[in-house]
């Protein structure tokens, strides 16, 4: 998986530490990234100019490769860090794609030689890269012109495959997102579409047009699919040619290996900031509790359920909105009167309904059917 520095950290000190390093040492360094992403690096005594280093990385999309070889194209871009000090060793180790050895007897000095050891250290990178980078260039032309648009699928972590679809006009990218939580889903969701209004407006014209939908595309049409079961929704970025001229070619590439990484960081940022505003919203609300005077805190004392308040003010911010959800709660429940002592006796007294008794007193008069027939 791809992360947004791209020379690896463990590396690059194992590197350093072995450059800087007056005496020669046996090493022999086994390092493991993103758990598909291998490096052994060793060091002789009895070689002490010379220190290997191979890699062992995944392959994006085995449609364009014959081999577990790297391509000539890649094997370039490795041999561009540095002339003098990389040398690139065939057949590689067992087990591994590339090996290398690097000659620090010729490592400039000075800032230069940590540049160089940097840009070592981000090989890694650089495989993808030119990986990516070969098959936009790459791809069979007699398709695009007779409309066979067959998406490619990449995959350099399980669980995060992509696809680009190349056209005569546009290499559009399909990305389906995937979220284990129902926060993180609501999170992205609301970023994807503050992206697509952003990307779409005239400030980021010469941006790449950004598409979100929560149904796939009509290009990942016949995929796989466990592919195209997201909870997240699709994004999709529509590359032209102005995007992989020149220099552009290497940093759209990056930012494609880096999408889910970036979209991962963000939600995590997003997350983390909304708990700080809650922890800060919770602790202001505490010291207003905390500075309560003191003939206020004599009365309280006075009350029955003093101590239950003190604790009250210890609860989390989650346990205090759950106390109250659960007070809400019981007193919509209620159905009943509230109960009174006294009140039956009171209402009995006051409330009652007097009896009224008229003196005059009423008869009733029935009419006489013999006098109405005259």
């Known amino acids: 998986m791809a992360c947004f520095e791209r020379a690896s950290p463990a590396l690059k000190e194992i590197l350093l530490r072995l450059y800087r390093d007056e005496r020669a040492i046996d090493a022999d360094h086994h390092l493991h990234e993103f758990g598909s992403v291998e490096y052994y690096i060793q060091s002789l005594v009895s070689d002490p100019d010379h220190t290997y280093l191979s890699i062992s990385t995944p392959i994006l999309s085995q449609a364009f490769l014959v081999s577990t070889r790297l391509s000539p194209y890649t094997i370039q871009k490795v041999k561009a860090i540095s002339a003098e000090v990389v ?44 990986q990516l980078e070969e098959m936009l260039m790459n791809v069979n032309s007699q398709d695009v012109a007779q409309g066979m648009y067959k998406p490619i699928k990449l995959v350099y972590h399980p669980r ?46 010469k941006a790449p047009h950004c598409i979100w939908s929560p149904i796939p595309p009509p290009e990942l049409r016949g ?55 809650m922890r800060t919203c919770l602790k202001s609300l505490v010291e207003v509790l905390q500075k309560t005077g003191p003939q206020d805190e004599q009365q ?44 039956n006796r009171f209402r009995r007294k006051w409330l009652t309904f007097p009896i009224f008794s008229s003196k005059t007193k009423y008869r009733k008069l029935e009419k006489d059917i013999s006098l109405q027939h005259n």
């Open 87 to 130: 040398e690139i060793i065939d057949p590689p180790k067992e087990g591994y794609q590339l090996t290398i050895r690097l000659n620090f007897a010729r490592m400039p000095h000075g800032k230069e030689s940590i540049k160089i050891i940097r840009d070592i250290a981000a090989v890694q990178g650089v495989i993808l890269s030119s």
């Open 223 to 277: 995929e796989a699919i466990e592919d195209l079961s997201t909870n997240g929704g699709f994004v999709s970025f529509d590359i032209t040619s102005r995007h992989i001229e020149g220099k552009r070619l290497d940093k759209t590439v990056w930012n494609l290996l880096n999408f889910y990484a970036f979209v991962k960081n963000h939600v995590k940022s997003t997350r983390g900031f909304i708990q700080r505003r």
């Open 300 to 343: 309280i004392q006075e009350v029955k359920g003093y101590k239950r308040m003190k604790k009250l003010v210890k609860f989390t911010k989650f346990k205090i909105i759950r106390y109250r959800s659960d007070f809400t709660s019981k007193l919509k429940r209620i159905r009943s009167r509230l109960k009174i002592h006294g009140f």
């Open 160 to 205: 995060e495959p992509f696809y680009v679809i190349k056209q005569p006009q546009k290499i559009t990218a399909v990305f389906p997102m995937r979220f284990k939580e129902k926060t993180d889903v609501i999170i992205a969701t609301a970023f994807f579409q503050e992206l697509m209004d952003v990307a779409n407006t005239k400030a980021c014209a």
